[in-house]
Structure formats: C-alpha cells, structure tokens
C-alpha cells in the first residue's frame, strides 16, 4: 500500500524559509505523478506545484513560481518543496499527493480528484 508522510511544516516569520518534506513507500509505479497541495480552512485544496517522474516540473501558483521548488530525492523516494521568503497568504496545510500518470490525464494540471494518494498534511503557519 502506498504511504506519503509529511513533515517539515512549523511557524516562521514573514520573510522566512522552510523545507517540507514527503517520505513516500511502495509507490512502486515507472510512471507517476508526485505534487504538493495546500488548503486554508474553508476554501479549496489548490495544487502548488508538481514533479512527473520523468522529471518535468510545472507550478500552479504564480505567486510561488520565484520562492518556492520542488524537488524529488529518487534513492530516499522523497518529495521536496523548498519554500522561501515566505509570506503570510502562504499559510495553510500543506499535503504530498501521488498517483501513476495515465493516459489522457496530464500531470501538468493538478487535479485533487486525479490523485489516489495523499499524506496527513503538514501545517505552515508565516506571521507578518
């Protein structure tokens, strides 16, 4: 059974910098989709960025294109997103989804429906 553990979430100031982190086991597909959603209570899960495993990189979120990358550690089989001068309209609950790529489903569009896989989350908390 596939498993996503996120961790790396924390409060930080305006300004700041931090690393969430995706641990992912049995996610034993060639090819796949790995991505990296955030919610706000009360609003919708939206896609921040998301890594194929042939290795193309898109980002859904303007306002994340300059500070934020993702970033995929093959032999530890972990996600990445390096998250910098972090702002406080990026605070919400970060999750780590997974699913194989599928003919006639892009990985380029992040569709929360899409994805089969998903963590518990990790919350990051920005103060101004």
């Known amino acids: 059974q596939v498993k996503l553990v996120e961790s790396g979430g924390d409060s930080v100031q305006s300004g700041g910098s931090l690393r969430l982190s995706c641990a992912a086991s049995?996610?034993?597909?060639?090819?796949?989709?790995m991505a990296w959603f955030r919610q706000v209570p009360g609003q919708e899960r939206e896609g921040v960025a998301v890594?194929?495993?042939?290795?193309?990189?898109?980002y859904h979120i303007d306002s994340v294109k300059d500070r934020f990358t993702i970033s995929l550690d093959n032999a530890k089989s972990t996600l990445f997103l390096q998250m910098r001068s972090l702002k406080p309209e990026d605070t919400a609950m970060y999750y780590c989804a997974a699913r194989p790529r599928v003919r006639g489903r892009s990985c380029s569009v992040p569709v929360r429906s899409d994805y089969n896989y998903w963590g518990q989350g990790t919350q990051v908390t920005v103060s101004s």
């Open positions: 049995n996610l034993n597909y060639t090819y796949y989709c």
């Open positions: 890594f194929r495993s042939d290795g193309v990189i898109t």
